[in-house]
Nanobody
Framework: QVQLVESGGGLVQAGGSLRLSCAAS????????MAWFRQAKGQERTLVAH????????YYTDSVKGRFTISRDNAEFTAYLQMNSVRPDDAAVYFC?????????????????WGQGTQVTVSS
């Protein structure tokens, strides 16, 4: 059974940095891309960033462009989200997800596997 194990969440001061990691427990599936979604309290879960696994092409939602960087380690089957210049409105539970088909990257049904979520809290 495939598991995505997240780490790196926690408390960060506004303006600070945090790095999230997401490691797949097995490599026995076709991986098209990995993404980070987030869900703030009382809000819907939304796409933050996506990376194509074969060529590294990235996508970012507008609010994090220039501040967050998604990357991957092919050998380790791990994705990262480097969060810089963190703002209070970045506070949320962050979920990584593995996309296993050619579906739309913002469509949650494109993702077969999800991490358990990691809390990011921002102090101002």
């Amino acid at each position: 059974q495939v598991q995505l194990v997240e780490s790196g969440g926690g408390l960060v001061q506004a303006g600070g940095s945090l790095r999230l990691s997401c490691a797949a427990s097995t490599r026995t599936f076709d991986l098209y891309g990995m993404a980070w979604f987030r869900q703030a309290k009382g809000q819907e879960r939304t796409l933050v960033a996506h990376i194509m696994w074969n060529n590294g092409i990235t996508y970012y939602t507008d609010s994090v462009k220039g501040r967050f960087t998604i990357s991957r380690d092919n050998a380790e089957f791990t994705a990262y989200l480097q969060m810089n210049s963190v703002r209070p409105d970045d506070a949320a539970v962050y979920f990584c997800a593995a996309r296993t088909n050619f579906g739309a990257i913002a469509d949650e049904s494109s993702y077969a596997y999800w991490g358990q979520g990691t809390q990011v809290t921002v102090s101002s």
